[in-house]
């Protein structure tokens, strides 16, 4: 699913906002996985899509959070990290 949102939506990040809320709604035992996958590929792949993401704020803030509750892996960390320190 994380690779599909990057080749499917590319910088349209309203359609991967609209994904990850629905995630975030009704598969909130999964989403975080998809969205530490879906941020891993967005830093490795950088350029259009990274400062798309990074002008979304609302999706940004969401990726956060789902990856933020409860246990958080030293990856979703990084994630948060990278998340954090876009301008």
Do not use: I
């Given at each position: 699913l994380a690779?599909?949102?990057?080749?499917e939506c590319g910088t349209d990040m309203q359609k991967v906002l609209a994904v990850f809320?629905?995630?975030?709604g009704h598969y909130d035992t999964d989403v975080d996985d998809v969205a530490e996958l879906y941020v891993n590929l967005v830093?490795?792949?950088?350029?259009?899509v990274s400062k798309a993401l990074a002008d979304n704020r609302k999706?940004?803030?969401l990726l956060i959070k789902v990856m933020d509750e409860g246990w958080t892996s030293d990856g979703e960390q990084a994630c948060i990290d990278y998340l954090k320190a876009l301008k």
């Open positions: 690779k599909a949102l990057l080749n809320s629905r995630l975030d830093k490795d792949k950088a350029g259009p999706l940004v803030a």
